[in-house]
């Protein structure tokens, strides 16, 4: 053993302290797998930034000994940082099917397809990497072919979850209990676990609940249905797909993510369509009202997405029709419930019926709420507790949730992404942190954005700005063009053509007098026009205005 | 009668199809009657906007037929945008002790004290302004001296339910149901009732119960109890100052609205405080943390609030100690609820207890929910109804409400802000539209802000901007200095100059051959600059930044 200090660390390099980025790390001496690799969606005051990834300075330095990607399953938080993870890290990759099969969609946008190294497992599947191996058990999510893995390491079995809940009517396959309560038996020493709903009392709902209230709608309804939900929950579709059976109607699908879903579900068997039920969207005023179902994206009310463009008016072949039934089977996440709000009510205007979220039976979550937290420390009677996949707040619940089930407090770890616990003879402690963070992408470019950058743009969408331009001639040391005053996002430029024409006077005259003076630093002639125009325009509209000076010499 | 086609008309300036700067108006003939005058927190979109207020054009253009302003309560949404409009319209305020004491602070910060006519009512007042007259009635809201309106006119009585719910329990006084009956008795030509909670089953739990954790909580706590809530909830106070009485603990109150409220809920007789129970928040370290309570604005997670800055670790004298407890009784709107749950995760790293929300007990709405607003349009029983206060689903909810109490479909009328429905001899119709709208307020300035400035926010923020400066000789029509690019918000420049000096050397390129052919057209020399930059970049970064072209004569 090389390093004779820590041979097993455990740690996050994404995962920990917030919803998303997931990425995991379990290490033994010579040999690293990482456990997924996620994005997340930026918050709201990272302005113009598309998506956050994980930092992976720690995997880069250290790619010679990084052995797999592993896999739990198909969902954005686990799999969409793939792409930018694999331009960087020639590693192989791990999944099930379908997880592999949503990645793959990504690998074609990005020309990875020939560059990427991917191994489909399946349940049953033992992956060998020098001292480690690694197993697979199914667990239910909103998602179908999610698993739980099981990483064997000299010092003991750490377990990684997932994310999960225990549904026992399930639309898909079973969770795998006996396999998890084997791996209880045989002693796990560390257990990360799924911790988005640990806030949430008592037992999230079967996903069958939602498919009856699915059929409740189409049985009553004689218009069209319009069915919006995460493209990515194939059991709904699954059980849109049944209803629409039943009751004779055709379906539409709409939106990029939904395509891909059907297409992709079809081909791989996770989704069962009728010969001759999908439709092209344009082939739907063949067929009467009752005869429609159309499926689209937009459940989070998405500005770009299908249902947003259809609420608006603006889908180039769906309209709203009074009768026609909006179902969306989505909670909105923190942050989007404003969205949702606005789309439901257009489509409200234009005449639809609209029903929506958990509390009309259309949504339930893909989580396991505490009671499922439970049963899984329960069946996994883990020595150490590592709570993940969350924030603070949901960590923290979760750490009482097994403190009650009886781990010990001092043997539970709330950790920061990157901080690690190192494993040795069966006793673990923090160990120092390891470089991580998240890199912000906006368009092509990753990581050439930061604080600055984010910085300016707050300030320019709370004020915008005003360019001052002066051209000043180098032999007479005097102004001869400008200063010239172009404001974007400020105020209108006609109603306020007297501020603007005062405020150029302001600038010039005291321009004039350094200039006379013979003062030639620019940085002094810049800093006055701003010490200028910051207290004037502050006075004169209590806004604060970027204020960019720019001076030309000739 | 002057005006024999629309006697009287009832309309809102603001309010519908919105949570936010609720104005309606009942006019008739010669005479006009406002309720309320609110204000909305901007939307998301809404770039640096500290708020909405109504489009006040039809009330300024019949100023001289105004008579009166009546609020209901002292709420944000129902008082806000009062000093803005007091500049405009000179009319005498009507509304009850603390609704006028809360509108007062506004006058004073806004300079109007000496301005405006302020005339106290109590539930008892009936006010005549012509054939009109104005009597009140008492209902529970989550502020003290809450009423209704109703209005007598020579067409029937118009009833404004302003914001309500039934606290059989109330902390404060009971709702006055004698006095509602007695309306419904004589007969109601049209009821406006406050739809904010038409989607929710049941009813509204009694503010009491609120006292019940809040005593709990202060039972359990050895440790300083941090207390954060509306300020403006003076029932949830004052059960906070009587927790506070049994258990022997001191009280700072911080944050400026809250130490308003107290002051005048004090001065004003609201709040009940035992002498010597409020100390100064420099005091605090005087006494044992079992001996003290910080009352404290925040409880939405605002940036700028008190309780923000604590978590933060930004306040200057109150710090987070393992063994505070943090309540925050408040449920957090939509758009707040990430705002919040970053607090709650700070406070709970900074080691304190933090129990939250409606599902702790330590927050009820105070509006009805379903079973109270079917009683409210018992009690009234109404001929014509209009659902107010709400969004558009909340409206058409009520709507259903309505039907199912016995109000018949075609006497219902969902509206938009600015529609009118007219009454002539006892039958009602929608009139033409009136002006309304949405006024935004950034700093001082009132109307100075349009779609093409928050536009322009809404680039800059997105991918920042990129000034190109050049500097044209007149006689030889040729560049003399520049381009100059400057660039913020964009890209880091450190990172990006081999990009930014290509850019230039595009840029300078293609002017050079225009100004060799003598183009001089500055339209002309601004696209060019655009054209060529806006495609290089775009496919450098995947960003479309904006462009600003400067171009100067010297």
Known sequence: MKN??????????????????????????EDLIVIDSGLKFPEEDMLGIDLVIPDITYLVENKDRLRAIVLTHGHEDHIGALPFVLKELDVPLYGTKLTLGLAKVKFQEHGLMNKVQIHEVTEESTLQFGPLSVSFFRVNHSIPDAVGVAVYTPEGIVVHTGDFKFDYTPVGEKADLGKMAALGEKGVLCLLSDSTNAERPGHTL??????ETIRDVFHKSDGRIIFATFASNVYRLQQVI???????????????????VFRIGAELGYLNIPKG?????????????????IVCTGSQGEPMAALTRIATGSHRSVKIY??????????????????????????????????FGSVSGFHVSGHGSQEELKLMLNLMKPKYFIPIHGEYRMLMMHKKLAEATGVESRNIFILDNGEPIEFVDGVASKGAKLPSGMVLIDGKGVGDIGNIVLRDRRKLSEDGLIVVVVTISKDQWKIVSGPDLVTRGFVYVRESEEMLNEATRLVQQSLHRLTER???????????????LEPYFYEKTQRKPMILPVIMEV
């Not at 049944?242 to 709409?254: L, P, Q, T």
């Not at 949702?340 to 029903?355: F, K, N, P, Y």
Request: hydrophobic share 45%; aromatic share 6%.
């Open 4 to 29: 004779k200090k820590s041979p097993l660390k455990v740690f996050a390099l994404g995962g920990l302290g917030e919803i998303g980025k997931n990425m995991y790390v379990v290490e033994y001496g």
């Open 206 to 211: 079967s996903e069958r609940t939602v498919g």
């Open 242 to 260: 049944e209803a629409a059976d039943i009751y004779g109607r055709k379906i539409a699908v709409i939106g990029r993510s939904m395509e891909n």
């Open 277 to 293: 039920m999908l439709i092209d969207v344009n082939e739907i005023d063949r067929y009467s009202a009752d005869r429609v179902v």
């Open 322 to 355: 009074p009768g026609d039934t909006v179902i969306i089977a989505a909670q909105p996440i923190p942050g989007n419930a404003r969205f949702v709000g606005r789309t439901i009510d257009l489509l409200m205007r234009a005449g639809a019926e609209v029903v």
């Open 518 to 532: 013979n003062v030639k630093e620019w940085s002094q002639l810049k800093s006055k026009v701003i010490d200028v």
